[in-house]
């Protein structure tokens, strides 16, 4: 089955940066768009960012536009959010979603529209 594992988090500094990763198997990753999405204590799961399975198209939250970066390397099944700039209320568990939308070129931005999650990753931000 589809298996998501999310790497790099981690205690930080405000105006540090962090990289996340997050490795996918079971699938044909190449076909799959994914995302980021973050969970604060008492909060629900919101979007982060998410890019589409041909790597062409991109889409942020406004609340960490300029600061993060998605990318993909469809070679090693493998998705990234590098996080610059962090601030405290970046504070929140970090996980990322696969949805296949092959052959259409679409940037899922919902939870609901992720068929497979990761177990996330903690990212904590001090300030």
């Known amino acids: 089955q589809v298996q998501l594992v999310e790497s790099g988090g981690g205690l930080v500094q405000a105006g540090g940066s962090l990289r996340l990763a997050c490795a996918v198997s079971?699938?044909?990753?190449?076909?799959?768009?994914m995302g980021w999405f973050c969970q604060a204590p008492g909060k629900e799961r919101d979007f982060v960012a998410a890019i589409s399975w041909n790597v062409g198209h991109v889409y942020y939250a406004d609340s960490v536009k300029g600061r993060f970066t998605i990318s993909r390397d469809n070679a090693k099944n493998a998705v990234y959010l590098q996080m610059n700039s962090l601030k405290s209320e970046d504070t929140a568990v970090y996980y990322c979603?696969?949805?296949?939308?092959?052959?259409?070129?679409?940037?899922?931005?919902?939870?609901?529209?992720?068929?497979?999650w990761g177990q996330g990753t903690q990212v904590t931000v001090s300030s």
């Open positions: 979603a696969a949805h296949e939308t092959f052959p259409l070129v679409v940037v899922p931005t919902t939870r609901e529209e992720y068929d497979y």
């Open positions: 079971g699938a044909t990753f190449s076909t799959y768009a």
